[in-house]
């Protein structure tokens, strides 16, 4: 499969832990994406990659939240002292920035539940 | 920030042609609309993109009318299988910046048999 992997798929933590989550995009994309997804609701943008620099984060993204994207390929999203609020679906994307549309392809989420 | 509108939810049958519509009165010279598709427990799919007048592809078609503050998804023939939301976005995603680009709720369509 080259689609847009992500691990784990399901976390379940404590309130206050933390929870780091990978993303590895399909091989040839420069653009990374990560959302976050309350049920019911359409998918936030919280940051953005080209290559390995963040070019954009949403102000959604507290100091507890920081995401890497170290090399270029794969992606990390730390939450720390996790909190109720943070329990939703995170999404990852990524397109090729010579695509004319800039199609972006998702991930399958990772769900996070903060007890 | 362009915002856009669209129903929250619609019911169809099998073999109908479903059109959703979305409005999107503040659209920019430099953005285009793309729909988005995605079942529950997955994430978005791409279906369509478009910066006026028609466009059609192997799943739907878009229609934007002269002025663009609105737009049409069309999908020809729905089967069981196209029960989902869909989402209508306004923004130059081409650049990559998703920053200001609002999902909104998305029209959740169910298809009966």
């Known amino acids: 499969d080259t689609g847009v992997s992500q691990d784990p798929r399901h976390k379940i933590t404590k309130r206050g832990q933390n929870v780091t989550f990978r993303c590895d995009p399909i091989?040839?994309?420069?653009?990374l994406y990560w959302y976050r997804q309350t049920l019911g609701q359409g998918p936030e943008f919280l940051t953005y990659?080209?290559?390995?620099?963040?070019?954009?984060k949403s102000r959604l993204l507290s100091d507890r939240f920081s995401a890497e994207r170290p090399k270029g390929s794969f992606s990390t999203l730390e939450i720390q002292r996790t909190e109720q609020g943070d329990s939703a679906m995170y999404l990852c994307?990524?397109?090729?920035?010579?695509?004319?549309?800039?199609?972006?392809?998702f991930g399958p989420g990772t769900r996070l539940t903060v007890l | 920030l362009a915002k856009t509108t669209q129903p929250i939810s619609m019911d169809s049958y099998e073999g109908q042609e479903v059109n959703i519509t979305c409005s999107h009165n503040?659209?920019?010279?430099?953005?285009?609309i793309t729909w988005y598709q995605q079942f529950p427990s997955q994430g978005p799919r791409f279906i369509i993109q478009?910066?006026?007048?028609?466009v059609t592809n192997e799943v739907a078609s878009l229609f934007i009318p002269a002025d663009r503050k609105s737009s049409t998804l069309s999908l020809p023939r729905v089967s069981l299988s196209d029960t989902a939301v869909y989402y209508c976005?306004?923004?130059?995603?081409?650049?990559?910046?998703?920053?200001?680009?609002?999902w909104g709720l998305g029209t959740s369509l169910a298809v009966n048999p």
């Open positions: 994307a990524s397109s090729f920035s010579a695509s004319s549309s800039n199609e972006q392809f």
């Open positions: 091989s040839e994309h420069n653009r």
């Open positions: 990659f080209q290559n390995e620099a963040q070019l954009e």
């Open positions: 503040n659209i920019a010279t430099n953005d285009y």
């Open positions: 478009g910066y006026k007048t028609k």
């Open positions: 976005l306004v923004g130059d995603l081409r650049a990559g910046n998703n920053r200001k680009l609002i």
